[in-house]
T-cell receptor
Framework: GAVVSQHPSWVICKSGTSVKIECRSL??????MFWYRQFPKQSLMLMAT?????????EQGVEKDKFLINHASLTLSTLTVTSAHPEDSSFYIC????????????FGPGTRLTVL | DQQVKQNSPSLSVQEGRISILNCDYT??????FLWYKKYPAEGPTFLIS?????DKNEDGRFTVFLNKSAKHLSLHIVPSQPGDSAVYFC???????????FGAGTRLFVKA
């Protein structure tokens, strides 16, 4: 099956620093990737849709200057949390759609961000 | 306003019995439905899906039922196994808008 990886799996940073999370589709090309955030015991919240070669589409309430998304190639999308604060601590998950008509998303393993 | 609701935050089932997880949605434009399974600190993994033209899809121990008139879908796991213990998310898709919306999840405990 299609595989999506994320790096790093866990990161701890100081408040005010920026953190980059990578999402890669390992064995397929993904023109569209999604970034989700999951709070404890809550559902996945879609943050943005990342389109290769164009600007990301952000969901309402998500600050695009805070969460920078770059989808520079068909296999890589990056999420940069700029000037991170403790309230940004969360589990960030990316996904990519294998466009075979099934609408199935393949999810990365997630990245746990802890901001001190 | 929640478009997708999983009203049971948790469910406990004895090994070997049937697990039934429910999901309700509000918008009749959704035309594709999926269930994902998630372990702690991992990304969700796809389990089973169904399109709006069907009312049932079966894959091994997993069966998804769709009742379009009631805007309700359910996931049946039979027989349940301890390894099925996880959080299950239902997801609905409006293929015209290419967006997936997830329910809040139901944590399933399968007791040995």
């Amino acid at each position: 099956g299609a595989v999506v990886s994320q790096h790093p799996s866990w990161v701890i940073c100081k408040s005010g620093t920026s953190v980059k999370i990578e999402c890669r589709s390992l064995d397929f090309q993904a023109t569209t990737m999604f970034w989700y955030r999951q709070f404890p015991k809550q559902s996945l919240m879609l943050m943005a849709t990342s389109n290769e070669g164009s600007k990301a589409t952000y969901e309402q309430g998500v600050e695009k200057d805070k969460f920078l998304i770059n989808h520079a190639s068909l296999t890589l999308s990056t999420l940069t949390v700029t000037s991170a604060h403790p309230e940004d601590s969360s589990f960030y998950i990316c996904s990519a759609i294998l466009q075979t008509g099934t609408n199935e998303q393949f999810f990365g393993p997630g990245t746990r961000l802890t901001v001190l | 306003d929640q478009q997708v609701k999983q009203n049971s935050p948790s469910l406990s089932v004895q090994e070997g019995r049937i697990s039934i997880l429910n999901c309700d949605y509000t918008n009749s434009m959704f035309d594709y439905f999926l269930w994902y399974k998630k372990y702690p600190a991992e990304g969700p993994t796809f389990l089973i899906s169904i399109s709006s033209i069907k009312d049932k899809n079966e894959d091994g121990r997993f069966t998804v039922f769709l009742n379009k008139s009631a805007k309700h879908l359910s996931l049946h796991i039979v027989p349940s196994q301890p390894g099925d213990s996880a959080v299950y998310f239902c997801a609905v898709v409006y293929t015209g808008g290419f967006k997936t919306i997830f329910g809040a999840g139901t944590r399933l405990f399968v007791k040995a």
